[in-house]
């Protein structure tokens, strides 16, 4: 006579799917403080690479973009190029463009990735306290559109949706 285990069936239990409600209203509520309410620009000051010092509070009233990069990104690298015509295309309409190099960055390879790819915008080192105000950027590239009234109208994580991002600006830059 073989003997076979009593079949055990488990009843769910209540406190385990109140925790697991909790613990979801939890993340949303966090990720709605993390990034819902991040929708103003944070008061950051951004030095370039010629000392001079610029705020975002100097570029309210400008639809401008932010991106944090490295040089020892490769993504950065590759979109370096997009974020050059990118920028070209719409600085006649008033864009501006600081790009922020992370501040684990070596400032030599910044300088001569600027000077050698001849960039034609603001570049800025970051001592870490932009990428922090920023919702503590630590992936590159990470770019940020802020229109004219300092919103935030898109942060991309990685490299952009070029067409996207064009269909931003170009809204963005037809409002007064």
Not at 21 to 41: E, L, N, R, T
Not at 69 to 82: L, V
Not at 139 to 164: C, M, N, Q, S
Request: charged letters at 20%.
């Amino acid at each position: 006579m073989s003997q076979t285990p009593a079949s055990t069936t488990r009843r769910p239990n209540p406190i385990r799917y109140v925790a697991m409600a909790i613990v979801a209203a939890a993340i949303a509520v966090a990720g709605y403080f993390a990034f819902g309410s991040q929708q103003k620009v944070p008061d950051a000051t951004f030095t370039l690479l010629s000392g001079q010092k610029i705020s975002t509070a100097d570029l309210k009233g400008k639809v401008y973009l932010v991106n944090f990069w490295a040089t020892n990104c490769e993504t950065c690298m590759k979109e370096m190029p997009q974020m050059i015509d990118t920028y070209n295309r719409y600085k006649g309409q008033g864009l501006e463009f600081v790009a922020v190099a992370m501040n684990y960055d070596a400032p030599m390879y910044v300088v001569n990735y600027a000077q050698t790819r001849q960039l034609p915008f603001k570049v800025a080192m970051d001592d870490g306290s932009a990428a922090k105000q920023f919702g503590n950027v630590q992936l590159t590239p990470t770019t940020f559109l802020v229109d004219k009234d300092g919103k935030i109208l898109k942060r991309y994580v990685g490299e952009p949706e070029f067409a996207e991002l064009d269909q931003l600006l170009s809204k963005a830059l037809s409002t007064t």
